[in-house]
């Protein structure tokens, strides 16, 4: 019996690539004890992917990209700065790194967990912010727990 070769790429949708990686970045945040929430629109009508908020009240925000193109043609994520401490860009492992730029911090995450690449840079919130964004988290937070 002759051996063969057998090749098999793997090819995610994207759907199921941002699902994988919000998934990833948002374990990861609970491993560096944030407590995250999915999907929250921010106060300038934006929706940030993962947005997460640490121990000591800092909150940090993660941009999911499932693919170049996706990066390519959403700049929304450049507004989301005024709402947290630090920003992120949260990819898969196979995302080529080099098209991001270098300014906010890069999480490489799957459906497991993820790694930080790349620290981001701190800018922290005013005061005042800070509170409110912290009460609109908590309130949201809560909420969602009433949904189920």
Known sequence: MAATA?????????????L???RGAARLMLDMGYAPLLEVCLPNGRRADVMAVGPKGDIV???????????????????YGPFCDALYFAVAPEFPQDVLPEAPGLIVADGFGGAVVRTAPVSPLAPARRKA???????????????D
């Open 133 to 147: 964004l912290t009460l609109a988290f908590a309130r949201l937070g809560a909420m969602r727990t009433m949904r």
């Open 20 to 22: 994988s990686v919000t």
């Open 6 to 18: 057998v090749s098999l790429e793997l090819v995610f949708s994207r759907p199921e690539t941002t």
């Open 61 to 79: 925000i993660c941009e999911v990209k499932s693919g170049v193109e996706d990066y390519r043609v959403d700049r929304k994520w450049q507004e």
